[in-house]
């Protein structure tokens, strides 16, 4: 049996689940468009734990999402993970941030990309299958008329997250299916979680960081007038 906490903190969700060999048991997330993850995460861990009557010394493992994603939401996320994986002296497991969003589609046929916003008309994405097989890696890619044109003209792709809103401005073909409002959640990293446990594919949590894809840039505040 393996008790596995789950951290998504990658975008404004701010996401915890408790999961029992991968299935998830509590949900607790704040499904808003504002960071909330300094003020709540830690109260959502405590508060999983609490109804589903776990203490911490019973986790097996935690897991955080890895990334891409928001660089503060990102570091807030692992930070809380590898406090909690060294003072229970409990594994770390890392899952794909698209990789756990494209989990949220179901689709019988076709493509399915989970894309996050970037800057500008950048976004973040990832090609699966619908049988949620990897077929292209994470990149970071600047839309235009010609995106996933290749892959729109073999069938149906399903475009989700939160960099759907700004795709669906540029694309226009009726292959295109755009899952709107949705955002990568803790529910899905249950059983990708669970997988990784059983085959001991685990990070070193002294040395593990999130896949920010991107580097990080600090923009100067503008000049007061």
């Known amino acids: 049996m393996a008790i596995i906490l789950s951290i998504e903190t990658a975008t404004t969700n701010c996401s915890v689940s408790l999961s029992k060999n991968g299935e998830t048991l509590l949900l607790k997330e704040d499904y808003s468009s504002n960071y909330s993850h300094a003020e709540r995460l830690h109260v959502f861990i405590d508060e999983t734990l609490r109804e589903a009557n776990i203490e911490r010394h019973q986790l097996d493992a935690i897991a955080v999402s890895k990334g891409p994603g928001s660089y503060t939401g990102l570091r807030i996320g692992v930070s809380a993970a590898k406090g909690l994986c060294y ?6 497991i890392s899952v794909s941030t698209l990789e756990a969003l494209a989990h949220q589609v179901k689709a019988e046929s076709g493509l399915i990309i989970p894309m996050l916003d970037a800057r500008r008309m950048e976004v973040y994405s990832a090609i699966f299958s619908s049988e949620l097989k990897e077929i292209r890696k994470i990149e970071a890619q600047i839309l235009d008329e010609t995106s996933f044109k290749a892959e729109l003209l073999k069938g149906k792709v399903s ?25 990568p959640s803790a529910k899905e990293m249950s059983a990708l979680a669970f997988s990784k446990y ?7 949590v002294a040395y593990f960081e999130p896949y920010y894809l991107k580097d990080f840039i600090a923009l100067k505040p503008k000049p007061k007038k």
């Open 159 to 183: 475009f989700i997250g939160n960099g759907v809103e700004k795709t669906k401005e540029i694309i226009n073909n009726e292959n295109a299916i755009f899952v709107e409002g949705k955002l």
């Open 198 to 204: 059983k085959k001991s594919d685990t990070e070193d």
């Open 87 to 92: 003072a229970l002296d409990i594994p770390l």
